[in-house]
Structures are given as structure tokens and as C-alpha cells.
């Protein structure tokens, strides 16, 4: 089946640093969405990319979505004390299943 | 909009006991998904529904695991004989057909203990 994976697993970073957060699949994703969990909570929407190449921005963070819609990436300039949390991507495949399959995501740890 | 709203928030139950827990969606949200994440983990997909339709079950879920919706509102996840591995967040998670294959807006969860 589908597999979505995420790397690094941990990234600590000083805050003002830039983070950057890998995804890749197994198979050709129709879309890909990412989505922020922070400590204790539930995991909330950050974007969808659907095209091939697709590059979004908010704010400092910027999402791209990969050529042959098997990657994607989350970069966050110059990061702050509110980025902390876990970065996750949750691709859906073209093969007409919903379910998203999420990564296993990227724990962020920003220290003053 | 009062978001997914899920009961209980937390569960302690025994072995072997069956449990029940209810997700209410975003009313006019027509597809409903359940997901199970454990510490460190992303959410694993359990199974979805649009309206009242079970449409998606991962080869994951054991047959001890049941859901309904059974008028396209509000859904139950019962879980038969809970063995200690299925301790975990259960988590549900609503979205709109109008958007195509839109974003997921989660409920905070239930937390399931097996002792």
C-alpha cells in the first residue's frame, strides 16, 4: 500500500533559524496536504498542493509540491517560539481512495 | 461552526471490554473520517464515510472495530474485546464534498487506556 515518508524525525533549531521538512511517497499522490500538531493538540490544516510543481507560500512558510507529485517540502524562514510542534504531510492517492496516509511527521524544537 | 466535537475525552477500560465513542462533525461537513495516532506517530486511517455510507476501511482495522453513521450525522467507533495495544487518541476528523478532496478539520480526540 501507500507509504508516506518524512524526514529528519527531530530537528532542533536556534530560533531565528531556518527549518526545512521532507516528504516522500511511495506512490503518485494526487495531492498533498501538511498540517501542524502542536503538543497536546489535534492536528489542524496548514495547505493542500494539487499540480505538478506547485509552490505555495504563508508568511515564512513556504510548501512545494514536487514535478513527479512523489515529494513535497516545508521550509519555515527564520524561525520563532510559536513554530514548535509537529510538521506532518498526508498525501491522498490517485488510484480514487480518501484516506489520507499521513508521515510519521517532523517533531520541531525551537530553543531561544 | 463549533468544530468536530468528539466524547469521551478520555477512556480507562480493561481488557476485554468493549468501548464506544461518538464524533459529532461540522453539521454541514458530509464526509467523516476516523484516524488512530499513537505517541510519536503520524494518524493512522481507519475508515470514512460520506453521508451515511461506510465508503473506505483500511486493511488495518481488525474485525473487533466497528463504525457506524447511521443517518449521515454523528458516528460511533466501537471497539469489541480492547486488548492493550489498541490504546491510542482516536481521532475524527470532518471535511466538505464541495471542495473535492478538501481539508480535514480534526476533533480533539479521545484517548484511549487499556489496562
Known amino acids: 500500500g501507500q507509504q508516506v515518508m518524512q524526514i529528519p524525525q527531530y530537528q532542533h533549531v536556534q530560533e531565528g533559524e531556518d527549518f526545512t521538512t521532507y516528504c516522500n511517497s511511495s506512490?503518485?499522490?494526487?495531492?498533498i496536504q501538511w498540517y501542524k500538531q502542536r503538543p497536546g493538540g489535534h492536528p489542524v490544516f496548514l495547505i493542500q498542493?494539487?499540480?505538478?510543481?506547485e509552490v505555495k507560500k504563508q508568511k515564512r512558510l513556504t510548501f512545494q509540491f514536487g514535478e513527479a507529485k512523489k515529494n513535497s517540502s516545508l521550509h519555515i524562514t527564520a524561525t520563532q517560539t510559536t513554530d514548535v510542534g509537529t510538521y506532518f504531510c498526508?498525501?491522498?492517492?490517485?488510484?480514487?481512495?480518501?484516506?489520507?496516509?499521513f508521515g510519521k511527521g517532523t517533531h520541531l524544537i525551537i530553543q531561544p | 461552526d463549533t468544530g468536530v466535537s468528539q466524547n469521551p475525552r478520555h477512556k480507562i477500560t480493561k481488557r476485554g471490554q468493549n468501548v464506544t465513542f461518538r464524533c459529532d462533525p461540522i453539521?454541514?461537513?458530509?464526509?467523516l473520517y476516523w484516524y488512530r495516532q499513537t505517541l510519536g506517530q503520524g494518524p493512522e486511517f481507519l475508515t470514512y464515510?460520506?453521508?451515511?455510507?461506510?465508503?473506505?476501511k483500511s486493511r488495518l482495522l481488525s474485525d473487533r472495530f466497528s463504525a457506524e453513521r447511521p443517518k449521515g450525522s454523528f458516528s460511533t467507533l466501537e471497539i469489541q474485546r480492547t486488548e492493550q495495544g489498541d490504546s491510542a487518541m482516536y481521532l475524527c476528523?470532518?471535511?466538505?464534498?464541495?471542495?473535492?478532496?478538501?481539508?480535514?478539520?480534526f476533533g480533539n480526540g479521545t484517548r484511549l487506556t487499556v489496562t
Open positions: 476528523a470532518s471535511s466538505a464534498t464541495g471542495t473535492g478532496r478538501g481539508p480535514l478539520h
Open positions: 498526508a498525501g491522498r492517492g490517485g488510484g480514487g481512495a480518501d484516506g489520507l496516509t
Open positions: 453539521s454541514e461537513h458530509n464526509r
Open positions: 498542493l494539487v499540480k505538478s510543481g
Open positions: 464515510f460520506q453521508n451515511e455510507a461506510q465508503l473506505e
Open positions: 506512490t503518485t499522490l494526487s495531492n
